[in-house]
């Protein structure tokens, strides 16, 4: 008689993680709530400002020439926001990157590969429908094919806290991640499809103070009067070489290691100084660069009801609604389907496909990213850069109706997870769920 070997166990295809990185990524969402709840408030802010009798105002305000010419940095505010204080959030998302690969769940090639395919896909299918609804709109429109490839996380925790959903834990990581490496494809976009004229010289001479910044953080400097001025040395080489400056961010937060070498921290290694960083510049970020770069782009003259249809139905507005609201929905649900099949991977126990349809619809939230690649596209203040803002907000705020319909009804799902995921017998600190993991 001869025994048969038990059946191969499935692979689960979103699972919670381990504690330390839930734990982890608990901070990081609570962080981004509040910075959520900010950029909504700007948000309303510029658009009441920019279509009230006041209107004037708003635009002198955002024409403002700050900076030194000499320099070629006497830009407008509103410049300044897409190009400066989006270089802090680039910075953030570049820490985050790197503290998932190198020390998050992520470094296992098995978990990251969901993430990355998703942000792919969720990026592939908008670009490809606003390509196919513009095709034969001439004149350059095809110029914003990436500008509803973007999610915006900070934007989608804030419809979680409105609408008050218990969202498990595995789905809200697998947002972040895929929001993070969103974040990171786009930027790479960014550099690549909407740098004009290159400035070689500059580019070069931007990796001198890039290299003594990543020197100075390997060896654990922190004098804010050393590392403050060799990033801005590299954001002003980086802006001048015609790379869009917030790429220097991105580089910049690569630079900053992430775990502690031995020789640098003693017998055992411990966090590097991504966590040093990233605790303290992710609520600069979120509170204050994120909203008001928010406040400056956001603020469009809509001109009535007519008006706006009549932006709505420009073909660029349209490409733009329908990849946020139908490709990123296509996109990432159909990518983290098509995973499932190949790898035959399962979701978690609780998980139905819904709630993956409902993360799919709600990373159709694009605005910071998708703002900043509008005015790339288009130029700042144009007719088209008018309809992007118009659809970039309408597209926006259909799939966060959407999702939080479909979010909001598996509800009474996710608070059954949330006690169990929160549940803690012993009182350790440590939710069973996650001791009871290890143990087997």
Known sequence: MTSSSPPPTRRSLLSR??????????????????????????????????????????DTLMATRVGPSALHLDLTL????????????????????????????????????????????????????????NLRTGDGALLGWAIP?????????????????????????????????????AVTVIAIFYTADLNFVALGAAMIPLALFAVAVQRRIRSWWILIPLAVVTWVLMHESGVHATVAGVLLGFAVPVIRSRAAGGPEAGPGMAEHFEHRIRPLSA???????????????VGGVSGFFEALGDPIAIGIVAGLVVGKTIGVLGTTYLVSRFTRATLDAGLAWRDVFG???????????????????????????????????????????IAAAILRSRNRAYKLIHEEETRDDDHDGIPDVYQRREES
Request: contains cysteine; negative net charge; hydrophobic residues 60%.
């Open 17 to 58: 993680g381990s504690w330390s990185e839930a734990s982890r990524i608990s901070d990081v969402l609570r962080k981004e709530t509040v910075g959520g709840a900010l950029l909504l408030v700007a948000t309303v802010i510029a658009l009441v400002w920019a279509n009230s009798p006041w209107s004037a105002a708003y």
């Open 78 to 133: 509103s410049t300044w926001a897409a190009d400066g204080l989006l270089a802090i959030f680039f910075f953030v998302v570049g820490l985050e990157l790197k503290r998932e690969f190198v020390a998050g769940d992520l470094r296992d090639p098995a978990r990251a590969a969901l993430p990355i395919a998703a942000a792919i896909g969720g990026m592939a299918v908008p670009a490809l429908i606003f390509v196919v609804v």
């Open 149 to 185: 490839t973007a999610t915006d996380i900070a934007f989608a925790v804030a419809v979680l806290a409105v609408v008050s959903t218990h969202l498990p834990l595995a789905l809200r990581t697998f947002l972040l991640t895929l929001a993070v490496v969103d974040d990171l494809l």
């Open 287 to 301: 509170g204050v660069a994120v909203p008001l770069f928010a406040f400056c782009a956001a603020g469009v003259t």
């Open 359 to 401: 993360v799919a619809v709600l990373a159709g939230i694009g605005f910071t990213v998708s703002l900043l690649i509008g005015d790339l596209a288009f130029g700042e203040s144009t007719e088209r850069d008018d309809h992007v803002k118009v659809g970039v907000l309408t597209g926006s705020v259909i799939s966060a109706c």
